[in-house]
């Protein structure tokens, strides 16, 4: 029987929103073991000048304990 944590992580991009996803896996997968999935909770930008600056995503990580 497997058994599973969700931690929630924050993470942001000035190149796109695929790319926040990814810094935000990799960061998770870097420091977490068995890393299995995510769920995108939040999508939320910030702009400047009229013009989207940072892509952030808000995104709950699964892992299944050892």
């Known amino acids: 029987m ?6 929630e992580v924050t993470a942001g991009s000035s190149k796109g ?5 990814e810094q935000g896996m990799a960061k998770a997968s870097d420091t977490l073991e068995n890393v299995e999935g995510a769920w995108i909770q939040d999508i939320k930008v910030t702009a ?3 013009k989207i600056s940072e892509w952030r995503v808000n995104m709950k990580v699964t892992f299944v304990l050892n």
């Open 2 to 7: 497997a058994v599973a944590k969700v931690i």
């Open 17 to 21: 929103l695929e790319d926040a996803i």
């Open 48 to 50: 400047k000048d009229g």
